[in-house]
Structures are given as C-alpha cells and as structure tokens.
C-alpha cells in the first residue's frame, strides 16, 4: 500500500462478506474503507506443564499512569529453583493461525532481586528474554505499547496484528486488554496460578468474563488456575455501556465502546438475545458455558486506529471490532453473523478438541489436523440453526451454502485438509486457511446429509458432537491421529469413506451427489453483480489523506465502468447530484443496490484535477452464478429433518 493510496482489500472469512444476490445486497461489503476484513476465531487452550510451584504468579498493570501510550505490567516471580529462567510472551495464540509475535510490543524488561538490585536480562529473541541469577528473582517490570496504533490496514499475520487479538490503549477512554498482550509465562510455570490486579480510572470500567474478586472502583483482581485461562479472557476497558440477559442458565454480557456514542450496547441486544436464545434451542442439551461476555470495539479508522475487522473467540468470551462508519442495522447484520458464529465454538473446540490444543505451546505452536470441526463445522452450525430456529428461508440457506460451494472451489480443491490444517502456518497451506469456512462448513454439510440418511433421519452432526463431547469434554483432549476412528465408531462406515476420501484425502468433493441425497439440484443463472468490486477484487480504493473515493488504475473494468468512459485513477466525486467520499461511502454502495439496467446516471468525477460530468445510463455488470433448488419431492421428508430437525 503506497502512501497516497490505500487499496482496498477484501478477504471473504465465514458469512461477514456474503456475495451479492441478483437484487440487493445480503451483506454490504464492509471493506471499501482502507482496511481488509479479516476475521479468525479463538480455540480453547489448556496448557498444564509440569512444575512444582504452588503460589500463584502476581501480575500488576497499571492503567492510571499511561504514558506514551504505554502501560507498566509489574510481574512478581514465582519461586525459582535454576540459575536461569526465561520469560516469553506469546508468538502466536490458538484460533488467529498466525505468528505476530506480540514481544514486539515489549519496551524496557527489566528483572530484580529482593533487594532491588538490577540483574542480567538477555533477549533471545523477540519474545523471550533469558534472565541470570534466577534464583535471586523478585519481579521483572516492562512496557507495553498497543498494535491499534500501528495498524497500517494490510498484512495481517504479517506486519499487523489482527485487531481483534491485539491491543489498545487510550488512556481514560480504552483499553482493549488481550491479556496475551500484557502479560506473559515463565518456562516451566505454565501451570502455575495467576493473580492479577489491574489499576484503573475510576470513570472506565472492564468488560470480561471473569470475576472480579476486589471490591475497589479503581481495582480489579482476577484469578486462574493457569496461564492458558488468563490468555482465554479478554477485559475491555472503557466507560460503562453494556447489558446482560439471561438465556437458558447462561448469562450473557453486551459491552460497548463506541467513541462517537453512535452505537450502544442496548441498541444490539434485542437482536444479539433474539439470536443467541436461537441458538441455545438449537445446541439443546449441550451447555457447557454459564457466563458469556460480547466485548465490541468500535474503530474510527484513523490513523492509529484498528483495521482489520472482524471476531476473535474464546471459550467464554468473543473480541469484536468492526468500522463505526457502518451503518447501524447493517453493524447489527454484521454482529449477528460474526457472534453466531464464535458462540458456537462453546461446541467444539471447547468441548472437543485435540492435544495439540489442550497443550497449545505460545511460542512452537504444533497444530492439530481438524480444522475441517473446529472452524467448518463450527461454520456450518452458524447458517444451519438460522433455517432450524426459523430465522431466515429455505432459500436463503441454499444461497449461502451455494455461495460457499462457489468460493471454495476458487481455492486448491484438491489440498488435503488434513494436511493444510497441521501446516496452516506455513505456506502453501496458509494461503488456504480462508478454505476452512467454505470448504469446511460444506464438509461439515455432507456429514450431516451422510449421517441424516443413514440414520432415517433421525440423527446428524449435531448429534455427533454431542456423543463426542460426552466422550470428550472439556479437560479430555484426543489424539489427532484417532478422531476419524472414534468418529466412525459413533456414525457409520460411509462417514469414514467420507473423511479419508475428502477431507484427509486429495479428492475434490463432488457436492452435487450430497444435494441430490436430500432433493436438490443445481442449476446456473446469469445475475447482475456488484458494481463495485467483482468476487475478492475491487473496482475502488479510497485515498486516506482525502477521503476521495478514486477508481483503481491499471485493472480491467466492468461494464459499468467502460459504458461511461470511466477511467482508472478518476476520483468519484458525487453520483445523481449525491457527494461521496470515506464517510459515507458504504450509502453510495447501498444506493448501487437499487440501480436498475439503463438508469439514467449522473457522475461527477476528477481526471487529472479537472472537474468533469458525466450523464450515461446504467449498465449492471453480470456473472453466472450457481443456485440450488429443491427439485425431488420423494426426497422432502430427509430434506426438512436436515433442515428442521
């Protein structure tokens, strides 16, 4: 991304960036506003080591004396008993596939002895710091700077942080605590309960999952009984705007920051209780969680600003940052489809889940093969239950499973996912982690149909998940290596022919046989698209100086573009007497919605810093575009036990 512009990326992650019908927009695209969407959901981790120590490691973090938009985290060494230790921070956490090592945030770690006394402290790398004379320790104190505030908008899991793992800090209006941020592990004492109290203003108050053991305005304590807990809850600090409901014995909170006020707490919670009370109904018998909390960060997008958008899971809690900009009933459409989503990883991997999990290592991460349940599965139960509760239509739950089929056949279809999910930091698999919410939900979609008609339809996946997280559960982790066999203990035969064939296997699942199973049919028509972006690729770009809204150069354009001699590099000015620009562009992407073939149209534009006008009409780009259809009555009765049952 060069200086004077900022091209907009598009990163199509689970049912945030739904395509375009032939009508109107599902989902505006939320992108066209220098940023590219991303979206990554947070996996259960347990770690235990191995260690004798029994105290709990005291942490301090200081949000009353920021400066420079650095907080000072004070840790108070546990009983040492070698001549060195080594304290990390995380390079990478379960869920965000990715290595951001978060030390780079760490100014200034410095380690004492009782006495105060400064001892040897040497950087091995970039998230982890060897200390001498171990056994003289008292407590290490450092810096931490916050990722919001070097977010350039692309790179994610390179240069950037996704926002929703990262931090910010603004001193007495928000501190968005990932605790995996702030607060690190000692070797060997992984294990070893945390204790920590976070200093504050007393006008922010913080969001979080845990329990607050302190009774102080100005002081909270929290508790856990090891370091992979304190990292699976998050705490948002701001002035308070949040509610909570109760649905089926779960409690679920709603926190807020909006900087403007634009949006609060209260304005999302009739959809968010509406939607969550759905999908308890849904998972019926398995409620493993007691308390949820919704944490939402609103980002102005300006410099020093999050941008990636989208969600970050964890067991009892779920991060969420999207643009303020958006406009509020499609923010409400947005959180709907994102917290669906990361709520049903209360399922698996909270309840079922791998070693390589349970025993997540921060810093050489090994990871676990079934992507294909923790994130697919996960995926599909977040379009199924909306048909099962009755929230939306038959055929709007065939657009988004065709939707899916169409995106995952535009990555490597013939990637084992087996493979690509133990390898997913690595290239050329991580190229195709996006896969996991096409690929994965639709494999996730055979299993039921295959379980559904085996069973007569009394059974499906979700009855799968059930038995396997009795078998399981929380603190009972599996072996990578033996899940397929457990899985066909539970099912049937043809569900392993299923999973060797396509998922571990290299053969591109033929979706057509499994539609038919349950009277579908595809069929192809030609719908009109979007004007302004073609699949991932768009047509704009917004120069973040300006504000202008400008048409990129040098790419092929649509027939839009071409009828009205439109050119790369001329910067939108107003349409039909209308003036556009970063503020209120997602209004001109929703007028586009409405445009009919041969409107007439009205643009103004600059080319080359001189005003132009142009009048035209519209003409709609079109692409062909998969549907499906139930066409096979004698197949009606497993149908609507797939769909309703």
Known sequence: ???????????????????????????????????????????????????????????????????????????????????????????????????????????????????????????TDTNSWSISKAKTVDKITYLVNDSFDVEKGSGFGQDDVFSPAGSNIDAGK??????????????????????????????????????????????????????????????MYSKPDHTSFTVDGMEINISVYSPSGKITAESITPEMKTMMTAQKNFLGKINSTKKYSVLLYLSTM?????????????????????????????????????????????????????????????????????????????????????????????????????????????????????????????????????????????IGMCLDIIIREKSNGERGVLDLMQKLSDEYGVSKPFNDDELFAKIIALTYPEVGTFLNTYVSGTTPIPYENYFAKVGLSVSTIKSPSNVFLKGQKPYITVNPQTKEIVVIPNIELNDFYTSLGLKGGDVIVSINDKGYNLDNIYEMIGASQNWKENDAIVVKIKRDDTPQTIKGTVKLPYEEKQVLKATDDSKTQLKEAWLKS
Request: hydrophobic share 35%; charged share 20%; with cysteine.
């Open 174 to 235: 928000n501190v968005m605590l990932n605790t995996h941020c702030f607060v690190g592990y000692f070797t060997n004492f992984m294990s070893t309960p945390y204790q920590v109290a976070i200093s504050h203003p007393m006008e922010i108050w913080g969001a979080t999952s845990m329990t607050d053991i302190d009774s102080s305005d100005t002081n909270d304590v929290f508790v856990t009984s090891r370091y992979a807990e304190l990292v699976e809850n998050p705490i």
């Open 302 to 442: 300006a410099d020093g600003d999050a941008k990636g958008f989208g969600a970050l899971e964890h067991p009892t809690a779920t991060t969420v940052v999207l643009p303020e900009v958006m406009p509020k009933e499609e923010l409400v459409k947005s959180m709907k489809d994102v917290v669906s989503h990361e709520f049903f990883h209360i399922v698996t991997p909270l309840s079922i889940h791998s070693k390589e999990i349970q025993y997540f290592d921060y810093n050489m991460p090994k990871m676990s093969k079934h992507l294909w349940m923790y994130e697919g599965v996960t995926e599909y139960f977040a379009n199924l239950f909306q048909i099962n509760q009755g929230l939306i239509t038959e055929d709007e739950f065939y657009t988004r499973i065709s939707e899916k089929v169409e995106r995952a056949e535009t990555m490597n279809d013939s990637m084992s996912f087996t493979t690509m999910s133990a390898n997913v930091l690595t290239q050329p698999y991580k190229d195709q982690y996006v896969n996991v919410y096409q690929k994965g939900a639709l």
């Open 1 to 123: 991304m060069n200086s004077s512009t900022a091209t907009v990326t598009i990163i199509y992650l689970k049912s945030l960036t739904r395509k375009i019908n032939q009508r109107k927009m599902k989902k505006i695209i939320y992108a066209f506003a220098i940023t590219a969407i991303l979206w990554s959901c947070k996996t259960a981790s347990s770690i235990t080591t191995a260690t004798s120590a029994k105290e709990p490691i005291q942490v301090a973090i200081n949000l009353t004396d920021i400066k420079e938009d650095k907080v000072m985290v004070t840790v108070k060494a546990p009983s040492i008993k070698t001549d060195e230790i080594t304290y990390h921070i995380p390079k990478t956490v379960p869920g965000t596939y990715s290595e951001d090592n978060y030390g780079r945030f760490i100014d200034d770690l410095k380690a004492y002895d009782a006495k105060g006394n400064l001892l040897q402290v040497n950087k």
